[in-house]
């Protein structure tokens, strides 16, 4: 645990001045007042020191030498604006406690508390990881960035190394290896207790008018952290893209309810949804949010700053696309219809769609001969459905009926002419849309856990604020409906969250559980040396088996050149 706190106070310190000097650039590119808080410096903090590692491993490793021009600068730029960054802590301290159980004595206990939770949410992330992609292949992919960047056709080792997700290299950045002798994993812990602490420091202020849809997303967000407290252990990239789109609807539901005028806020967090696609592609369409800010710069006919949003955007994209045809030769990995590059070291595209196939195949219906599950059609659904856990099942129920609830009072509207909320809308369908795209590609829970529980906090807690009558009493059962749920959630999953603290202290009080280490057979090709899986054994080969292939027969048509820096090609 002690290693993990270390290392995300010095994560914490370095994402911060990032964040600060970034937004800074993007106040005066756009000419724009300061209208950002800790959380969005935070946010825009994590994003720009993952576009700066993903740039760095073009060139070499993600580590040491990464870390130490990351420093300089860091340092540099905290003296050139000291003055600046102390009023800016000072005014921010002073917003988050401006709340009568905090102030005074009571100050010290608030901290102290804190500093515990702080405390229980490393201690979840400290024991064993716990996900089978873990060492199937996110610890190997975070290897090969800590030693030598992005490498040409790492994907023809083994598919599954293509999976291109921005995280990976953040998670190289601080693994701090060089240091502690281990690659400390546990970033989606820091990534949650950033989550965690957006809605509890808003919810301490709910009496405030005007806040009610964004303050229970407050309340989505918590649950949301407690629910994946057993994912704390791994380098998991489900989390973060999760956490960017909880900030994203909560900050941008809570300008709506103040009638924020200026588009620079919106636009900010439409850049960070951008950001949260390229870190996972099912949160892509959370970037359909840039309809509302683009809308009203066009209709000013502002050309000027939408060209600057866009170029923004594009820059933050850039360096994912970079890594990806790096690793793979295609600009988004499985995604083999933009086939605009004629690299050596291209990924086979018929092993491509096998990879695709498989990942749905399991999710649909494992169970189930291929061509029954991968139709476009929804005939595998009552068989997904079927395999799901019971909770699931429940959530899955509870999502469906509120969107048809809302869906039903849009066009109870319509029919009685009463004037919609269009800002509001939006934010709905782009829920309801990242639904259907989850749906349709890989519905498991862990990529939709945002899009899933929202709906149970926007829709009731919108129509409570308008309804009456017969409506009202209607809506009453609907929220009654989604909070038992998010209370069910939150309990059952509480109480496994104190089972993975108690077996953390005893063993894991002070360094966090490394990897597990694995023995399996090596295989030369070319002067290089290479592991493989046992026959018939699983394929797991975590962190320390490296370089990792999963199939030797693989050998015969690798290309390779005397390092392994080189890259790998297929002929």
Not at 331 to 351: H, N, Q, R, T
Not at 389 to 417: N, P
Request: glycine fraction near 8%.
């Amino acid at each position: 645990m002690l290693t993990l706190l270390l290392n995300w106070i010095y994560m914490g310190m370095v994402i911060f001045i990032t964040g600060y000097a970034g937004l800074k650039l993007i106040c005066r590119m756009f000419g724009a007042a300061r209208q950002y808080s800790f959380f969005h410096v935070m946010f825009i903090g994590i994003m720009l020191t993952t576009c700066y590692a993903q740039v760095f491993s073009l060139f070499t490793g993600v580590g040491a030498a990464a870390n130490m021009v990351l420093i300089l600068f860091c340092l540099g730029f905290a003296v050139v604006c000291r003055k600046d960054i102390r009023q800016m802590l000072s005014d921010w301290k002073t917003d988050m406690i401006a709340h009568d159980a905090i102030r005074g004595k009571k100050a010290g206990l608030f901290a102290a508390a804190l500093i515990m939770v702080a405390a229980v949410f490393a201690l979840a992330a400290a024991g064993p990881a716990k996900l089978i992609d873990t060492d199937w292949y996110h610890a190997q992919t975070i290897r090969w960035i800590e030693e030598y960047g992005s490498v040409k056709g790492i994907a023809n080792l083994f598919p599954s190394l293509g999976f291109n997700s921005s995280q990976h290299y953040f998670d190289a950045l601080f693994s701090m290896q060089f240091i502690f002798g281990q690659s400390l994993k546990g970033s989606g812990g820091f990534f949650a207790l950033l989550l965690f602490l957006h809605g509890f420091f808003r919810l301490l202020k709910y009496k405030r008018p005007g806040s009610h849809i964004a303050d229970a997303m407050a309340v989505a967000e918590i649950v949301y952290v407690i629910i994946i407290t057993s994912f704390f252990t791994d380098p998991y990239t489900d989390t973060l893209p999760n956490c960017l789109t909880f900030f994203i609807f909560t900050e941008w539901i809570a300008m709506l309810e103040k009638e924020e005028k200026a588009v620079f806020p919106y636009a900010l967090l439409c850049i960070l949804a951008v950001f949260a696609a390229v870190v996972k592609t099912s949160a892509v369409l959370v970037a359909l949010l840039v309809v509302y800010p683009a809308g009203r710069l066009i209709q000013k006919r502002a050309w000027k700053p939408i060209i600057g949003y866009l170029l923004t955007g594009i820059a933050v994209a850039v360096p994912f696309f970079l890594t990806n045809i790096r690793t793979s030769g295609y600009l988004v990995y499985l995604a083999s219809a933009i086939d605009w590059f004629d690299v050596w070291w291209k990924s086979d595209i018929e092993i491509m769609k096998a990879a695709a196939g498989s990942m749905i195949h399991g999710v649909r219906g494992v169970w189930k001969p291929a061509e029954e599950v991968m139709n476009v059609g929804l005939r595998w659904v009552p068989d997904w459905f079927a395999g799901e856990s019971a909770s699931h099942k429940i959530l899955y129920v509870a999502v469906g009926g509120i969107l048809i609830y809302d869906v039903f009072m849009v066009i109870k509207d319509i029919l009685t002419r009463r004037k919609l909320d269009w800002p509001m809308m939006l934010v709905r369908v782009v829920i309801f849309a990242n639904l259907v795209y989850w749906l349709l590609t890989i519905p498991q829970v862990k990529y939709g856990w945002a899009c899933l529980l929202a709906p149970l906090v926007i829709v009731p807690v919108f129509y409570l604020q308008r309804e009456k009558g017969f409506w009202l009493k209607l809506t009453k059962i609907s929220a009654v409906m989604a909070a038992t749920v998010l209370l069910m959630y939150a309990a059952f999953y509480s109480y496994r969250t104190l089972g993975y603290v108690k077996t953390a202290i005893p063993s894991y009080l002070f360094i966090q559980a490394d990897y597990e280490r694995y023995e399996m057979p090596a295989v030369e090709k070319n002067g290089l040396t290479f592991y493989i899986r046992a026959e018939d054994g699983d394929q797991l080969c975590g962190y320390y088996v490296f370089p990792y292939i999963h199939d030797a027969d693989i050998l015969e048509y690798l290309v390779t050149g005397t390092r392994l820096r080189d890259g790998f090609g297929i002929r």
